[in-house]
């Protein structure tokens, strides 16, 4: 069963019922009270005149007009004595007055009291006034109106307010059905598109139209389904890279060490050689694991820096003589334009250390002649690192993915010169890490240029 329809509805309900009975209540009371007061200031009005102007009570005849009058107003006469004794009553065979009213009455004061016809079974709201002469107490002169006539308009309007009660219940149950269709039929859906992602059914989308929380709702779980997909694709071709990358120099090791152990070799040197590639290939190997471990835990969040105020112009000098010897086998000039003066920055030396290995490796690594220049200087209280080699440059259209892990742009040549594919992948997490920036611009075959900015020390 639709819990929402019955949570909503039974809300509702309630509080129809905690507004609408005491409103009922209180209205009924206050029409009553009003027909009451109407018809009792009427005959109180009445039976004062009426005992103001009956001139005796043997006059039959007056007594005959108050009658008639009475009639006319659907009234009725009473008429006592000074013991009580009863002289009219319309032939009604009312209850009689008692001791109290009759001396409250010679009293000078006014009775009002509910008189009962047992033939009819029937009720009257009485009000009588004293009949006083000359002579003085006469008796009492009640003008009597039947309840009935008092009730029916009060029934009457109770039981419009039964009706109306009754309409507006079924009002708030149509409604609390169709809010209830309206939030509850999306979020079932929503339920289903959930469970089916969660069952691996990625390409689902949920379509609610509304621009409200639900619509939100749907929208944000879409999103979490893109996301999926996306985290999905890309650890499938997280997963086939490396085994890729690892299978390569792993093939490469196996078949030079079955031929040296099948003595497939003529000479020493050949034998030499063979060992050579089947080192570089472990090295090669052993780069790659902590690449990936490293990168593993930096997209994890899990990178521990050891930040410092350092000056990144002597971590680029330590750099510089880290590579040094790849400089000078290629015969590339590295040059340096350091700026005096340059304020300090906050990082960690060790990985600040390891980006500019990455990237001046990666310029030598791609420059066949020519020089690498490095210039450093501050402005806007950043402290800029240009990094430009003179070597093969990067497409137009490959720039916006060389920070990407294993992406290259020559394949064969990058691996023939050693790289992974995951250098500038853990330089850019690097750069982040440590609040820089990176970007690059290049042109092929003049050369390549990586711009990095950190904030200076505060
Ligand atoms: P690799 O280990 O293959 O060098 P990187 O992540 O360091 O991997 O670089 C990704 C790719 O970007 C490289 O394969 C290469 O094609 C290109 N690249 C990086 N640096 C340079 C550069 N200075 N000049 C030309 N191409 C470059």
């Known amino acids: ?90 032939g009604l065979q009312l209850t009689n007055l008692s001791r109290e009213d009759i001396q409250l009455l010679s009293e000078g004061q006014s009775v009002q009291k509910t008189f009962h016809n047992a033939e009819a079974n029937n009720n009257y709201l009485g009000s009588g006034h004293p009949i006083v002469q000359s002579d003085g107490f006469q008796g009492a002169f009640f003008v009597l109106a039947p309840i009935n006539d008092i009730q029916e308009p009060v029934e009457k309007i109770r039981d419009l307010l039964i009706l109306s009660a009754v309409g507006a219940l079924f009002l708030a149950l149509g409604f609390t059905f169709l809010l209830s269709k309206t939030i509850s039929g999306p979020l079932l859906e929503i339920e289903q598109a959930t469970r089916d992602i969660a069952k691996g059914n990625l390409d689902i ?31 499938s071709e997280f997963f086939a890279n490396v085994s890729h990358e690892l299978r390569t120099p792993i093939t490469y090791m196996k078949g030079y060490a079955q031929v040296l152990k099948q003595n497939l070799y003529q000479t020493e040197e050949e034998r030499l050689h063979y060992l050579t590639i089947i080192e570089s290939e472990t090295e090669r190997m052993v780069g790659l694991i902590n690449d990936l471990f490293d990168l593993s835990k930096m997209e994890e ?89 003179t070597g093969i440059g990067i497409p137009e259209e490959e720039l916006s993915f060389v920070f990407d892990r294993f992406h290259r742009v020559e394949k064969s040549r990058s691996r023939e010169l050693g790289g992974t594919g995951l250098g500038l992948a853990i330089v850019k997490h690097l750069v982040d890490l440590q609040n820089g920036s990176i970007s690059v611009s290049s042109q092929v075959g003049k050369g390549t240029r990586f711009q990095l900015s950190f904030p200076q020390a505060e």
Do not use: C
């Open 1 to 90: 069963m639709n819990k929402i329809v019955l949570k909503l509805g039974g809300t509702i309900m309630a509080l129809f019922l905690v507004v609408l009975l005491p409103l009922g209540y209180v209205a009924n009371q206050i029409f009553t009270n009003f027909y009451y007061n109407q018809v009792q200031e009427e005959i109180s009005d009445l039976s004062q005149k009426y005992a103001l102007t009956l001139p005796s009570l043997n006059n039959d005849m007056s007594v005959q007009m108050f009658q008639t009058l009475a009639e006319l107003t659907n009234k009725e006469i009473y008429i006592v004595d000074a013991e009580g004794k009863v002289v009219t009553d319309s």
């Open 301 to 389: 969040g899990k990178f521990d820096l050891h930040m410092t105020t350092l000056h990144l112009t002597d971590v680029l000098e330590s750099a510089f003589f880290k590579v040094k010897m790849e400089f000078e086998q290629k015969g590339i000039l590295l040059n340096s334009y350091f700026e005096e003066n340059v304020p300090a920055i906050e990082a960690d030396g060790d990985r600040l250390e390891q980006i500019f290995i990455n990237l001046l490796g990666n310029a030598a690594r791609y420059t066949e002649r020519g020089a690498v220049n490095v210039q450093v200087w501050h402005e806007d209280n950043q402290v800029n690192v240009v990094i430009e080699d």
């Open 205 to 235: 989308r949920v379509d609610i139209p509304s621009n409200d929380e639900i619509g939100s709702l749907g929208k944000a779980i879409n999103d979490l389904a893109i996301e999926i997909n996306r985290y999905r694709s890309n650890r």
